[in-house]
Each structure stands twice: as C-alpha cells, then as structure tokens.
C-alpha cells in the first residue's frame, strides 16, 4: 500500500491531478521463487495550475490569508504537494486567531482544453476557540503560577 501512495504521489506532484490506480495484480512464478507485479495506470493528462482563490466565511482575514496563495507556482506544473503546504499553512493562520477547528477543502477547476487547472480554497473556520482552564499534573516542585509565566497560552485568551 505504501508504494501505491508513492506512485500515486509521484503523479500528483507532477501535473497529473486525475491519475488514477486501474488495476494491480501480483503473481508468483510456478516455482513460488519470483513475484510478478503489475501495475495499471491511468495518468490522464498534465496540468498547469492556472489561479487559486480563497473563499468561505474568512471574518475579515481575507488579507491575511491572500499572501499564502504565493506559495503556489502559477502557470507551472501543478504539485499536490503545494496544495496541501498551502492548505497547512490557512489552518495555522486560523489557529493563531483562535479556530483550531478549521476546515480547508481544496476545490480543482479542470480545463482539458487548455490543460490548466484552477484550485479554489473553501474555508470554513469553525468557532472560534477560547483557553478555559489550564492544569498541571504531577507537578511537585514548582509553583503553578511559575509554571503559568512560561506558558504562550493563558486562560481566557483565543485558543492558539
């Protein structure tokens, strides 16, 4: 299974986004000494990414979540792992803000013709989260409040 997933991933960080695995079959040889594999693909065209976007209830983030659209290189040879980098990087951006629920779906808008495709990002941030109550466990030695001053993340603040 492990090198299907590569050779799936080798496909769709190549330009290939409808690749599909058809068919695979494995035989031993009458003397059970040698393994015959094979493996059926259907690579499909290979795609230019065209544009990318950003859509969905973004609660006025719009412009702090455009810039990570540069990450994508436009008119070059799509890259699934580019999408999912991109992808990543919305739900960090959201985490910060507090939505450590958020969703990003990335949506493909096939051309054939042109051999282009456009990914459109359908985000939904989920709510938004706060910090109730920290607790340490186990501790013996230290104060909890020396522990709290170490801490990024207090209670009553955004999840982060």
């Known amino acids: 299974e492990k090198d299907l997933q590569a050779i799936r991933d080798y496909y769709l960080n190549n330009g290939y986004a409808k690749a ?3 068919k695979t079959d494995v035989q031993l040889n009458d003397e059970k000494t040698k393994v015959n594999v094979t493996i059926d693909v259907n690579e499909g065209l290979q795609y230019d990414l065209r544009s990318a976007r950003i859509i969905g209830n973004l609660g006025g983030m719009s412009a702090e979540l455009e810039p990570l659209l540069s990450a994508l290189h436009l008119n070059d040879t799509f890259r699934r792992s580019d999408i999912a980098d991109v992808e990543n990087a919305i739900k960090a951006k959201l985490g910060e803000r507090g939505y ?4 990003v779906n990335s949506v493909p808008d096939f051309d054939d013709a042109n051999k282009t ?6 985000v939904d941030p989920g709510r938004r989260l706060t910090v109730r109550q920290l607790r340490f466990e186990g501790n013996t030695v230290s ?3 020396t522990l709290r001053q170490e801490m990024r993340q207090q209670e009553g603040t955004w999840y982060n």
């Open 100 to 103: 450590g629920n958020a969703t």
């Open 143 to 145: 104060a909890d409040s």
């Open 20 to 22: 599909q695995i058809t």
């Open 117 to 122: 495709l456009a990914i459109t990002f359908v």
